[in-house]
Each structure stands twice: as C-alpha cells, then as structure tokens.
C-alpha cells in the first residue's frame, strides 16, 4: 500500500514536472514506456529466467499499430494501442509455448535468435516494412478527439502515466498472488513445484505472456508518441537496455521498473549532453557498481532501509 502510494504521488509529481516544462513531456513518455517494457523483464526475472530479446515484442506491437494507422485511417488511438498490445499476447503465447521449455542461457538466448529474426524480415523487406526507414503513424485521434501536437503529447502523457500506476498494481497483486508465488519457485525449486502437482511450464509461460503484454503495452506507446517505427526498435540492444533497467531497478517490487527507467533515460540524456560519444561507459560503469554493492537494485536498497527503520523503532 505504502509503494503504491508512492507511486501515485511520484506520478502526479511528473505531470506536475511536465507542465511547468514542456519539454519534458516526451523524455518522460519515453521513461515510462522503457519502465513497462522492463516491468516484463522483471516477471522473468521473478522465476530466474532472463530474456535478450523481448524488445521483439515492442516492435512487434509498434509495426502494428502502424500497419492499422494506415490501412484504416480513421482508427482512435486508444484502439491502435489495445491492436498492438493483442498482438504482442498473441505472439508471446506461441513463442512461450517454444521457449519455456528451456532455462537460463538457453531461455534468454532462444529469444535473441527470434528476435534476431524478426529484426533481419523487417530490414530486408522494404516494400511492406520500409526497411530500415521504418514506418510513419500519422497522429491519431485520441479517445474521440483531434488533438494539435504538445495537446497530443500532454494526452499520451497522462494516458502513460495512468497506464503505469494500473499495471504496476496489477502487476504486483499477481505476484503475491498463488500464480506468482509459483513463478517464484521456479527459481528456488523447480523440483518440488512438479512435486506438487503444479506444470511449471505453464506457469511460465503465464508469467511469459504477462511479459510480452507489458513490452507490447510499451511498444504501442512508444510508437504513438514517435510517430515513427523502425526495426531499431526489436534490436538486441533495445532488449539489453530493457534488461539494464530491471536490474537498476530491481525485482523486489513492480515500481522498481519505472525507478529503473526514469534515473536510466535522464542519466543517458545528461550523459549524452555532457561526454557526447562516452556516455555507454558512464551507463557501464553505474551497471558494474549497482551488481557490486546492490544486487537487488535500488528498490532492494529501499526495502533494506525501511526494514532497518521498522527495526529500529
């Protein structure tokens, strides 16, 4: 209940943020959605499985949404974004139905060659895809109205944040949920789940169509608020950023994705700004320290501290 609060707090906070500074707005959109994408990550992680790939499905929910932006124009933003995140769902459920049956380097490594695949089909075929180009999406209509650009952008903005602080409860109900105890387990003692009577590979592959929708989710987003698609955005590297946040932020609590994703996009920008052409080695070497002295993350940092606090009192 106290994160929760938190986070609704820290939301309103950023809308604050993003009015008294417009600029803002979309640093911020983009914050959220990498914070989505990597709350996937982290439901992996909950079961000790790691994914390099699973910016396929981001990419596999923005190319939709393109696709349907232009073959009907006259489509609401709301329902381009539920098109590509249904998409992405029904992609992760036939890829998981492959993929779990494999773990640790085999799982995360099956998914990089899958996405691999789908990165070389979007580059090669130019005439459907755009190629490398990418594809544009006209603004759309958002919830039944026309909306100039920065209305647009402070639209999607909320429409981000309100999106966040759902899933984030969502998110966090299932762990504590039996689903997501048995998620759990499958990183302690996969063993003894079976013992149980419980399939752990289709508990995995319910927590990895979560994931895929939560990537999906993002991609949408991150599409509508670009205006643009490319196969950049199913790169390996795209995965990699994911997996940087949910590390950063930890798997101790869903708002530690979006923790994660906020202090990685301003560090990354502020970096960018500051040793233009170095900023990866400014990401690299707060990665290597966070491994090191907090290897749960920040929000393992936060827990720790609140537990000391409790004790003390």
């Given at each position: 209940m106290r994160s929760t609060l938190v986070a609704v707090v820290a939301s309103a906070l950023l809308l604050g943020l993003a009015l008294a500074?417009?600029?803002?707005?979309?640093?911020?959109?983009?914050?959220?959605?990498?914070?989505?994408a990597a709350l996937g990550i982290v439901v992996l992680l909950r079961a000790g499985q790691i994914s390099f790939g699973h910016a396929m499905y981001a990419c596999i929910s923005g190319y939709v949404v393109a696709?349907?932006?232009?073959?009907?124009?006259?489509?609401?933003g709301l329902v381009l974004i539920a098109l590509g995140t249904f998409a992405?769902?029904?992609?992760?459920?036939?890829?998981g139905a492959f993929v779990v049956r494999y773990r640790e380097i085999f799982f995360?490594?099956?998914?990089?060659?899958?996405?691999?695949?789908?990165?070389?089909?979007?580059?090669?075929?130019?005439?459907?895809?755009?190629?490398?180009?990418?594809?544009?999406?006209?603004?759309p209509t958002l919830g039944g109205f026309t909306l100039g650009r920065d209305a647009f952008e402070l639209s999607l903005l909320v429409l981000v944040v309100l999106a966040s602080l759902l899933v984030i409860w969502a998110v966090q109900r299932y762990f504590r949920s039996s689903g997501g105890q048995a998620l759990a387990a499958i990183k302690t003692n996969e063993t003894r789940l079976e013992y149980l009577g419980v399939s752990a590979k289709k508990v995995l592959w319910k927590g990895y169509v979560?994931?895929?929708?939560?990537?999906?989710?993002?991609?949408?987003?991150?599409?509508?608020?670009?205006?643009?698609?490319?196969?950049e955005m199913g790169y390996w590297l795209r995965?990699?950023?994911?997996?940087f946040i949910a590390?950063?932020?930890?798997?101790?609590?869903?708002?530690?994705?979006?923790?994660?994703?906020?202090?990685?996009?301003?560090?990354?920008?502020y970096a960018a700004a500051l040793v233009s052409g170095s900023w990866q080695i400014?990401?690299?070497?707060?990665?290597?320290?966070?491994?090191?002295?907090?290897?749960?993350?920040l929000t393992g940092l936060m827990r720790k501290r609140r537990l000391a606090a409790e004790g003390g009192a």
């Amino acid at each position: 209940m106290r994160s929760t609060l938190v986070a609704v707090v820290a939301s309103a906070l950023l809308l604050g943020l993003a009015l008294a500074f417009p600029w803002l707005k979309i640093p911020l959109i983009l914050s959220l959605c990498y914070g989505l994408a990597a709350l996937g990550i982290v439901v992996l992680l909950r079961a000790g499985q790691i994914s390099f790939g699973h910016a396929m499905y981001a990419c596999i929910s923005g190319y939709v949404v393109a696709f349907a932006g232009q073959r009907f124009p006259g489509l609401d933003g709301l329902v381009l974004i539920a098109l590509g995140t249904f998409a992405s769902v029904l992609a992760g459920m036939l890829i998981g139905a492959f993929v779990v049956r494999y773990r640790e380097i085999f799982f995360g490594m099956l998914n990089l060659a899958i996405s691999m695949v789908l990165f070389t089909v979007l580059g090669k075929f130019y005439g459907l895809t755009g190629g490398t180009d990418g594809l544009r999406i006209q603004r759309p209509t958002l919830g039944g109205f026309t909306l100039g650009r920065d209305a647009f952008e402070l639209s999607l903005l909320v429409l981000v944040v309100l999106a966040s602080l759902l899933v984030i409860w969502a998110v966090q109900r299932y762990f504590r949920s039996s689903g997501g105890q048995a998620l759990a387990a499958i990183k302690t003692n996969e063993t003894r789940l079976e013992y149980l009577g419980v399939s752990a590979k289709k508990v995995l592959w319910k927590g990895y169509v979560l994931s895929a929708s939560l990537c999906g989710l993002s991609g949408a987003l991150f599409g509508l608020s670009q205006g643009l698609v490319t196969p950049e955005m199913g790169y390996w590297l795209r995965s990699g950023e994911f997996v940087f946040i949910a590390i950063l932020g930890g798997a101790g609590h869903a708002v530690g994705a979006f923790v994660g994703a906020l202090l990685y996009e301003f560090l990354k920008m502020y970096a960018a700004a500051l040793v233009s052409g170095s900023w990866q080695i400014v990401l690299g070497v707060i990665l290597i320290v966070i491994i090191y002295f907090l290897p749960k993350g920040l929000t393992g940092l936060m827990r720790k501290r609140r537990l000391a606090a409790e004790g003390g009192a």
